[in-house]
């Protein structure tokens, strides 16, 4: 699947972080400039289900 994370640095590193927990990241790409705050980026994520190893 691919996901779209949009935020400050800090919070798309934290979603990036918390994602990575619960599926399989495949890709990230390169930060993107929100088109309307400096303050803001986009990162694209292609990323699968992890297997479920609950007993």
Same mark, same amino acid.
């Given at each position: 699947?691919?996901i779209?994370?949009?935020?400050?640095p800090?919070?798309?590193?934290?979603?990036?972080?918390?994602?990575?927990?619960? #599926?399989?990241?495949?890709?990230?790409?390169?930060p993107? $400039?929100?088109?309307r705050?400096?303050?803001?980026?986009?990162?694209? #994520?292609?990323a699968?289900?992890?297997?479920?190893?609950r $007993?």
């Amino acid at each position: 699947m691919r996901i779209r994370l949009h935020g400050t640095p800090t919070e798309t590193a934290a979603a990036l972080d918390a994602i990575a927990r619960v #599926l399989h990241i495949h890709q990230v790409s390169r930060p993107y $400039p929100d088109r309307r705050s400096p303050l803001f980026q986009r990162i694209y #994520l292609q990323a699968t289900p992890r297997e479920d190893t609950r $007993p």
